[in-house]
């Protein structure tokens, strides 16, 4: 069965420093991955999706950015924290291509406090 | 862009209340998708629409898709405290999901 892994699960940061999510998605070929985040008690934000090795499209412009050095891993990085970077990052995968409906499987997520 | 728009925001019920949440776009969907996170959570997929005028149930949820395909529910019959978290509506071809509606149940 597939099954998405991320982490570190909670970090505290303070303003400036960089930043590295990591996630990676097993049982499953080719997933498309995504990073949403999630202000708290607010809705999901979709910042990242990658369709493939390398392929990055980014949906909001910000400090934040992408990679997918291998299939089913994809990590979210940052050189300098903002204090509004702080929130839930929840990182996603699905089957198939951006079109079609299936379902989204979310890792357990990641809290970011930046100080 | 294209956006999903969930109402309402916020919902207390007493335990044993119904809860319904709604989602609408001003487009037509080809599907709708909801999902249920709890709180301190990650999101959880619930079930997915696809026709015009479909109804599904799980237990004492039901879901509904709109003859117009532009607007959705998420109906619970006699809440329980287990229902408590955020449930959204979502356009997953559009990776769009709506702003969420939180429900808490008071016992």
């Known amino acids: 069965s597939q099954t998405i892994h991320q982490w570190p699960a909670t970090l505290v940061q303070p303003v400036g420093s960089p930043l590295s999510l990591e996630c990676t998605v097993e049982?499953?070929?080719?997933?498309?991955l995504y990073w949403y985040r999630q202000a708290a008690g607010r809705g999901l934000q979709l910042l990242f999706y990658?369709?493939?090795?390398?392929?990055i499209s980014s949906e909001v412009p910000q400090n934040l950015s992408a990679s997918r050095p291998q299939d089913r891993q994809f990590i979210l990085s940052s050189k300098k924290l903002l204090l509004s970077d702080s929130g839930f990052y929840l990182c996603?995968?699905?089957?198939?291509?951006?079109?079609?409906?299936?379902?989204?499987?979310f890792g357990e997520g990641s809290w970011l406090t930046v100080v | 862009g294209q956006q999903v728009m969930q109402i309402p925001q916020y919902q207390h019920v007493q335990e044993g209340e119904d809860f319904t949440t709604y989602c609408n776009s001003s487009?037509?969907?080809?599907?709708i998708q909801w999902y249920k996170q709890r709180p301190g959570g990650h999101p959880v997929f619930l079930i997915q629409?696809?026709?015009?005028?479909e109804v599904k149930k799980q237990k004492r949820l039901t879901f509904q898709f709109g003859e117009a395909k532009k607007n959705s529910s998420l109906h619970i019959t006699a809440t329980q405290t287990t229902d408590v978290g955020t449930y959204f509506c979502?356009?997953?071809?559009?990776?769009?999901f709506g702003a969420g509606t939180i429900l808490r149940v008071k016992s």
């Open positions: 996603a995968w699905s089957v198939i291509g951006r079109g079609t409906g299936n379902t989204i499987y």
């Open positions: 049982g499953t070929s080719n997933p498309n």
């Open positions: 990658s369709v493939g090795i390398g392929q």
């Open positions: 487009t037509t969907l080809s599907n």
């Open positions: 629409l696809v026709k015009s005028g």
């Open positions: 979502a356009y997953p071809n559009k990776l769009v």
